[in-house]
């Protein structure tokens, strides 16, 4: 049985014993005084049943009623109850009794009793309190047997209800446990219609992220080796070979040329896994100051003066942007460098600045080979890369964190055969005139 089915039937056995309880409790109590009140206009009216008889002559022994009729000179009894009469006698003074009440009777048992003043004499009715109890005792009876029965009937029905409801949890439990080996085709539909239902579906989508997530890191460690391993061997055979005196002396300068620049190559590697696990855990400060926007974008195109960059700056001269000025010129760099990359040789490509509303927009824009739509949200993903890239694929996750820190909007439209273009909006809380 499953701990959940444990739990609906501990609920429900406390729920009923409560019930119970409960019951017996306000029976007791309120039935037994109900029902006291009753006997008791029960036996006023017998008083007065008595006195009538009396009355008229007609024998009141006859009466279904048991006590005594006392007189200033004498006292009877009415009906059989000598006993009763005898003891309620012996243990109270006539005159001092109630009109109603009760009083125990020397064998044990306990009475009722009604006393009724008339012109005859006072009439005192009793009557067994045994009733009482029976009435007590029957009702006590019927609710334990609803409590049987209650039992009887809900515990198989809580077992298949606990079943079906446990159903769906235990296999999002088993589906989760698959997932943690690495199983993401676990199965996890779930029909319920209810909150179950929508779990599975945040599992679901908790999988496809942690499976794209998976293959990204694998995709990661089968780059990170390959564009390791391809300059640490060009390193390793261009010593081994000017150690060996393999390279004629005039070319030792070239090789060595092409060492360093694949160091560098490593080195840019390793600082931009670096800077981008730093932005994204937060440990990033950016250094903010007043720069010149326009100044900042000149130098920017100029970088690339070789490369054939239009650009179109139609803005005022004075604009002083509030940012992390190197930051930001590494945002440019990246959206030009990858125009470069993915467009063909000296196809067009544009830097231009729009003022819309309050809002700057710097963007760049290219002729080159586009972006598929279903690709767009994932190019700003650690990893993601072109096959012809030949980068990691961290320049766009560093520039989205950039641009995060900032606060500034950015963004990419593309089609795919047409071209790109990268843009970031600065607001106007950022800059001023
Ligand atoms: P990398 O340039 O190292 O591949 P990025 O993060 O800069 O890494 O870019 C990720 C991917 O986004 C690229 O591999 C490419 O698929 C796509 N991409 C970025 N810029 C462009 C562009 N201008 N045109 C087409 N694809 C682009």
Redesign the pocket.
């Known amino acids: 049985m499953g701990k959940i089915t444990k739990k609906l039937i501990k609920n429900f056995l406390i729920i009923m014993i409560v019930i119970i309880v409960l019951s017996s409790f306000i029976s007791s109590f309120f039935l037994s005084k109900f029902y006291m009140e009753n006997q008791f206009t029960q036996l006023k009216i017998k008083c007065e049943n008595v006195y009538d008889s009396i009355k008229d002559g007609t024998p009141y022994r006859n009466i279904d009623a048991n006590g005594i009729l006392i007189t200033k000179d004498s006292a009877y009894s009415i009906g059989r109850s000598r006993m009763a009469l005898m003891s309620f006698l012996h243990n109270n003074d006539i005159n001092s009794i109630k009109d109603k009440g009760t009083f125990n009777h020397p064998m044990g048992e306990k009475y009722l009793y009604s006393r009724l003043d008339t012109d005859i004499g006072i009439i005192v009715i009793f009557e067994n309190t045994k009733l009482t109890s029976d009435y007590l005792r029957v009702i006590n009876i019927v609710l334990s047997t609803v409590f049987l029965m209650g039992l009887a009937v809900f515990i198989p029905f809580i077992l298949i209800f606990g079943k079906n409801f446990t159903r769906p949890i235990l296999k999002l439990q088993k589906a989760s446990y698959d997932i943690s080996k690495g199983n993401f085709k676990a199965d996890m539909t779930i029909e319920t219609g209810d909150e179950i239902e929508e779990l599975s579906l945040s599992l679901k989508n908790m999988t496809k992220r942690l499976e794209e997530k998976y293959s990204l890191q694998r995709d990661f460690i089968a780059n990170v080796s390959h564009d390791f391993k391809t300059p640490l061997s060009i390193i390793r055979n261009y010593s081994e070979a000017i150690k060996d005196g393999l390279v004629p002396l005039d070319e030792v300068k070239e090789y060595s040329k092409d060492i360093i620049e694949e160091v560098d190559k490593l080195n840019n590697l390793v600082m931009d896994i670096l800077e981008l696990s730093k932005l994204q855990e937060n440990k990033f400060n950016l250094k903010l100051e007043n720069f010149n926007l326009y100044n900042f974008l000149n130098s920017s195109v100029n970088k690339f003066k070789n490369e054939v960059i239009d650009f179109n700056f139609n803005i005022s001269k004075d604009i002083l942007v509030y940012g992390d000025k190197a930051a930001l010129e590494r945002v440019i760099n ?1 959206f030009i460098d ?2 470069i ?2 467009s063909p040789n000296s196809s067009k490509i544009e830097l231009y600045v729009k003022c819309n509303n309050d809002d700057i927009i710097i963007t760049v824009k ?1 002729n ?4 598929e739509d279903k690709m767009i949200d994932e ?1 700003w993903n650690r990893y ?3 096959s012809q ?1 030949g ?7 560093i520039c989205s964190e950039i641009l995060k820190l900032h606060n500034f909007r950015y963004g990419a439209n ?1 089609k795919p055969g047409l071209g ?1 273009e ?1 843009y970031f909006i600065i607001s106007k809380d950022y800059y001023s005139k």
């Open positions: 990246n990858n125009a990359k993915f290219d080159g080979i586009g972006i190019i993601y890369k072109h890239s980068g990691m694929g961290l320049g766009l996750p593309s790109s990268f």
